[in-house]
């Protein structure tokens, strides 16, 4: 088993590297973390993360490593993306004028 960290060679039963103490990863770890996530999930995934507070909560506990899922960690970590460039761009307007509180009470 080649060390992804450090690349030194260890045993297959290893489960951290001799050389620099990184944590081996073995096939069967490997292929749960990068499987990829379906069609359906994703979809339950977008519904769940517009919730209101549960959502929020979802999404900062995926995105900072609540699941062992690259691609569900990814995603969640897109989402927060998403929701901060929603963030600064209502707040520009905001700050620039173009929509004002009295817009948005009196639509
Ligand atoms: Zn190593």
Redesign the pocket.
Known sequence: MI?R??G?DNKDTNSF?V??G?PIMHEKENSRASKPIGVLAYLGYEILFIIPVVGLVSLLYLALGGTENKNLRNFAGFWLCKIFIFIVIVAVLFLTGVVSINDLLYL
Do not use: L
């Open positions: 060390c960290k450090c030194a590297c050389e620099c990184a």
